[in-house]
C-alpha cells in the first residue's frame, strides 16, 4: 500500500509537469484544441512525448519482475507513446482522406461561380472617385502624418509620436461608401508598453485612397486589445482563449460606421477529409476598446464589415476551381477547360464592400486573361467577368513603356469601368517610389493606353484615345450657351469644384478645377457654352467642358 501511494504521487508529480508545460507551449503557440487542426496533433504529440519522459525518472511506473537469473528488472509503461502513435496514425489517415485524388469535385465547389456582366454589375467610375492608394504609400502618408505631429509645438502630440508608432498593416475597408486604409497605432517599445498599457492605444490612422487626406483618429478612451498588447491583451491570445476549439485566421482592424475600432478573425473550417477544404465558417469580433467579443455565422456577418474571407483563400478556392471543375487527371492530362488566376490580386471598393479582384488565364497561355474574377470578402458571393485581354503584368509593361525614358515603374493595377469599358488604372512611381504620373490600360487592347501627370489628365487621354478610334461612344450630352448668372465652389472628397448657374437655365453645372484649370478665373456676365450630362441630380448636371465665347 505504501509503495502504491508512492506511486500515485508521482504519477500525480508528472500529470501536474505536463499540464504545465501543456499551459505553457498552449499560452505561447496558441494551437485550435480541434481534431480539423494540423497544429494540434502536433501540439498534443509533442506533450505526449513529454509526458512520457518525465515518467522515467520521477515515477514508479514499472513492474518489478525477476528474470531467470533472479534479478528484478524495470518494465516502464508507454502508454503516452501508444497515445502519440493513435495521433499520428489519425493525423496520416486524415491526410490521405483530404487528397485532392480522391475529393477533386468536392474541392471545386469551395466556391460557387456565377458568370456576370461587367457594365451592369461594375458602376462607372470618373476620376474624382478612383482610390489611387496602394499599401506602400500608403505607408508614407501615415509616416508622414506622425512626423507632423512630431513637428507641432503641441507637447501631447509630441509625447504620443514619441511613445507610438504606425502599424505596417493597412487594411483596405469601405467606410461610410468611401474606400480607406485603415491601420493601428502600436507601442514603440516594451518599456513604452509598460507606461502606456493602463491608457491602450489612443486611436488609428484613416487614409482616403481617393483624395489621399490622412487623419490620426484619437480615442476617447484607448484601444487596450491589439497584436502590439502583450500577456492575455494580445489580440491572439485574447480570442484563442475565448474561443479555444475555434480555427481562426489572422485578425485584421475593421471599423465600424460609427468608428469604433474592432479586430475581426475569420473562423475556419475543414470541409474534406477532416484536414483539406479550407473555408469561412463565421467571423469572430472583439472591441478593440472594451475586449466585448461576438461571433457571427458567415450570413450573419454586419454589413460594416469587410474583410472576413482572406484573399488568399478566396483565391486558392477558384484556383480548385478552376482545376478540378472537369476531374482530377483532366488538371494535369488534356488539361481541357482548366484555368487559373493569375500571378497577383488586388482589391475593389464597391457597393459598400470589398472584393477581392484577379485576372484569369488558361493554363496553356500565360500571356492573357480569359475574363477576371470579383469576390465579395464578407459574403463570399463570386462573380466571373468573361472580358479577353491583357494580364496585369502585361499592362503594367505597357504602361512603363509610356514612360520608358522617365523609368518609373507600375504599380499593380487595379480594375475600373471607364465608360463602359474594363480599364486597368495604376500609378507610376520613380525609383523612390514617389508617385509620379498614372496610367490607364483597356483591359482588351493593351495598346489603348494614356498617361498624365494627375488622375483628371489621364482620364481625359484615354478617353480621348478610344474616341479617336471609334472604340469608345460617349453618353448623351447636351449643351448650353450663356452668360453666367453665379458661381460657386466648394471641396468634395478633396477636389475642388466649380458650380455653374447661367442665366435662363434653374440648374447648376458643376464640373471639378482637377478637370479643367481656367475655372477659377471665370466671372459673373460672361459667355460660355457648357456641354453637360443629359443626367441632373438634385438641381446639378454634371459639365464635361466649359468654353468660353470669345467675342461675346
Known sequence: MKSMGKTIRREGLALLITLLVGFLGFYIFLPPLSLQSREFYFFAGALMVVWFLVRVPT?????????????????????????????AALFLLFSILSLTIFN??????????????????????????????DTESARRLGDRKMGELAATNNEEQKSLVSQFEVSPDYIQINYNNRPMRVTQLEYADLFKWLTNRKEGLPGYIMIDMVTQETELVRLEEGMKYSPSEHFGRNINRYMRFRYPTYLLGQPSLDIDDDGVPYFVAPRLTKRIGMLGGTDVKGAVFVNAVTGEHQYYELEDVPTWADHICPADLLVQQYDYYGAYNDGF?????????????????????????????????????????????????????????????????SAQSSAQGAVEDLGYAATFPILL????????????????????????????????????????????????????????????????????????????????????????????????????????????????????????????????????????
Open 59 to 87: 515515477v514508479s511506473v514499472h513492474v518489478e519482475e525477476a528474470d531467470l537469473q533472479g534479478r528484478k528488472k524495470r518494465i516502464y509503461s508507454f502508454f503516452p507513446l501508444y497515445i502519440t502513435g493513435l495521433l
Open 104 to 133: 477533386a469535385s468536392r474541392y471545386s465547389q469551395l466556391l460557387t461561380v456565377e458568370e456576370g456582366d461587367f457594365a451592369t454589375d461594375i458602376p462607372q467610375i470618373t476620376y474624382d472617385q478612383i482610390p489611387m492608394l
Open 329 to 393: 487527371f483532366n488538371a494535369y492530362i488534356g488539361q481541357r477547360g482548366v484555368t487559373r488566376t493569375t500571378e497577383d490580386y488586388n482589391y475593389i471598393a464597391m457597393n459598400d464592400d470589398v472584393f477581392v479582384y484577379t485576372g484569369v488565364t488558361s493554363v496553356n497561355s500565360d500571356q492573357s486573361n480569359i475574363g477576371f474574377l470579383l469576390v465579395n470578402q464578407r459574403t463570399k458571393a463570386a462573380k466571373f467577368y468573361p472580358v479577353s485581354g491583357a494580364t496585369e503584368q
Open 417 to 552: 469601368n471607364i465608360n463602359n469599358q474594363p480599364t486597368y488604372f495604376m500609378s507610376l512611381k520613380d525609383s523612390a517610389g514617389l508617385v509620379k504620373m498614372y496610367a490607364m490600360v483597356n483591359v482588351e487592347n493593351y495598346q489603348r493606353v494614356a498617361v498624365g501627370n494627375s488622375v483628371a489628365e489621364c482620364e481625359k487621354k484615354y478617353t480621348q484615345t478610344m474616341q479617336s478610334d471609334g472604340s469608345y461612344v460617349p453618353q448623351e450630352t447636351l449643351q448650353v450657351a450663356g452668360s453666367i448668372e453665379d458661381i460657386r465652389s466648394a471641396v468634395v472628397n478633396g477636389y475642388t469644384w466649380y458650380y455653374l448657374k447661367i442665366i435662363g437655365y434653374p440648374e447648376y453645372f458643376a464640373m471639378s478645377v482637377e478637370h479643367d484649370t481656367s475655372l477659377p478665373v471665370l466671372s459673373v456676365g460672361e459667355s460660355v457654352t457648357i456641354t453637360y450630362d443629359s443626367e441632373v441630380v438634385d438641381g446639378v448636371a454634371k459639365a464635361v467642358d466649359v468654353t468660353r465665347n470669345t467675342g461675346a
